[in-house]
Nanobody, 121 residues
Framework: QLQASGGGLVQAGGSLRLSCAAS????????VGWFRQAPGKEREFLAA????????YYTDSVKGRFTISRNSAKLTVTLQMNSLKPEDTAVYYC????????????????WGQGTEVTVSS
């Protein structure tokens, strides 16, 4: 499983850096994606990065504000979140997939516990 961390409480306009860590070598063979789920809403795709870390894909709502990157040597994937808005409040999750172009939660596996992000106005 993957473990997301780095969440917290931040004011609107602020930044947070989330990390996704994995155990074992399985992590380096897959694309990694970030999702979030707000109360009462479906899990939403945010960003994904290819196995080599050279390709990324973002949903429009976070493009230009969030940046995904990976350090395969350290088995971590990071989501840098800037210019946060109250509507970014949610639990954030990471998971692996065969392709960084997949956006459906059903195309991802190894979900771990998420990390909660709260953005105050």
């Amino acid at each position: 499983q993957l473990q997301a961390s780095g969440g917290g409480l931040v004011q609107a306009g602020g930044s947070l850096r989330l990390s996704c860590a994995a155990s074992g070598r399985t992590f380096v063979s897959y694309a990694v994606g970030w999702f979030r789920q707000a109360p009462g809403k479906e899990r939403e795709f945010l960003a994904a990065i290819s196995t080599a870390g050279s390709m990324t894909y973002y949903t429009d709502s976070v493009k230009g504000r969030f940046t995904i990157s990976r350090n395969s040597a350290k088995l971590t994937v990071t989501l840098q979140m800037n210019s946060l808005k109250p509507e970014d409040t949610a639990v954030y999750y990471c998971a692996v997939s065969a392709s960084y172009l997949r956006t459906s939660p059903g195309s991802y596996n190894n979900w771990g516990q998420g990390t909660e992000v709260t953005v105050s106005s």
